[in-house]
Each structure stands twice: as C-alpha cells, then as structure tokens.
C-alpha cells in the first residue's frame, strides 16, 4: 500500500489544467456572459472555483480534510436544485462537486500520481 502524498501540488496541477481548458472553452471571454446551455464553461468554472477553495484550505493547513468542502458543495447544488437552478448554475455546481469527488476517490499515491479507478 503506498501512503498518500499530500494534496497541494495534485490541486495546483488540476487548477492548470482546468484553467487551460477554461480559457479554450471562453476564448478567455467573460464567464458571466455564457448562459450554461453551451456545455464544458460553466462546468470548468465551477470545477476552478471548487480547485481554487481547495488550495486556499490547504494552504492552511497542508492535511486538511477535504471532505467538508465537498459537504458544502453538495449542499449548495441542493439548495440550487430544490430552487429550480438555471442550467448555468446546475452545470457550475455539478462541476465542483465532480472535481472534489475527484480529489477525493483518487488521491495521488507518494509519486504525486493520481491513479484513476479501473
């Protein structure tokens, strides 16, 4: 079994990541301008600000327990939901919650690798 590296540097590589294929989807156009009807942006949105709460609580504290975030995000994809959420915001919120569960069902192994299920 290998131990669990910390999170920091797999948060920092997905914000790159997520970041990049943000500005693909928006041409680097302005978020509030896309209506969630166009598919990936919002999602990518709410996948960055997900990825950007994250590295703030882990700069915190290094071993932070990611799961409350995750908590929070269900919750307000809820409370969105049970209020008849534009599908801007189903697609923002159904972002985040993906990129935390992410994190969180695949922890990188000691090599920082972030081994997907099979």
Do not use: F
Request: proline share 6%.
């Amino acid at each position: 079994m290998s131990a669990i590296a910390p999170l920091a540097p797999v948060v920092q590589a997905r914000l790159d990541e997520v970041s990049g294929s943000l500005h693909a989807a928006t041409g680097g156009g302005a978020l509030c301008r896309i209506d969630g009807t166009g598919g990936s942006a919002k999602s990518l949105e709410g996948r960055m600000a997900a990825l950007l709460e994250a590295r703030r609580l882990l700069r915190r504290d290094p071993q932070a327990d990611l799961r409350p975030l995750l908590d929070a995000w269900r919750a307000s994809r809820d409370a969105h939901l049970a209020r008849g959420a534009s599908p801007a915001w189903r697609e923002y919120d159904n972002g985040g919650v993906a990129e935390l569960e992410r994190l969180l069902t695949h922890p990188p192994d000691s090599s920082g690798i972030h081994e997907e299920a099979s």
